[in-house]
């Protein structure tokens, strides 16, 4: 046998090759933790941010599943990014005065 064969014999003893994909931690994504506090606490209704915040938590879980990061660690970096987003966001309307409710100052 060549190297050169088309149909290449299998090597018998190889060892199995096992890779695991290694996720850049979600919580890192500074510009889209941004982008996501800005759209999450500028203006649209409840209803269009609570829709708009479970589609990027999602879209954040479908990212890393697709590139085959396993389910679990695939929501665990959903969590991490939901709670880094939901930190800032707290951490931004305590400091302006804003109520969690609206935004709008009244408590």
Same mark, same amino acid.
């Given at each position: 046998?060549?190297?050169?064969?088309?149909? @290449?014999? =299998?090597?018998?003893?190889? =060892? !199995?090759?096992?890779?695991?994909?290694? @996720?850049? @931690?979600?919580?890192?994504?500074?510009?889209?933790?941004?982008?996501?506090?800005?759209?999450?606490?500028? =203006?649209?209704? !409840?209803?269009?941010?609570?829709?708009?915040?479970?589609?990027?938590?999602?879209?954040?879980?479908?990212?890393?599943?697709?590139?085959?990061? @396993? =389910?679990?660690? !695939?929501?665990?970096?959903?969590?991490?990014?939901?709670?880094?987003?939901?930190?800032?966001?707290?951490?931004?309307?305590?400091?302006?005065?804003?109520?969690?409710?609206?935004?709008?100052? !009244?408590?």
């Amino acid at each position: 046998m060549s190297i050169f064969d088309n149909n @290449p014999r =299998p090597i018998e003893d190889a =060892p !199995a090759c096992v890779a695991e994909v290694i @996720p850049f @931690p979600s919580l890192a994504r500074v510009h889209k933790v941004e982008y996501t506090i800005q759209r999450l606490m500028g =203006p649209g209704t !409840a209803k269009q941010k609570a829709r708009w915040r479970e589609q990027i938590y999602e879209g954040i879980e479908n990212q890393f599943r697709a590139v085959g990061v @396993p =389910p679990e660690k !695939a929501v665990e970096q959903r969590n991490k990014f939901e709670i880094a987003v939901e930190t800032e966001i707290t951490r931004r309307r305590r400091a302006w005065g804003l109520s969690e409710v609206d935004g709008d100052g !009244a408590a």
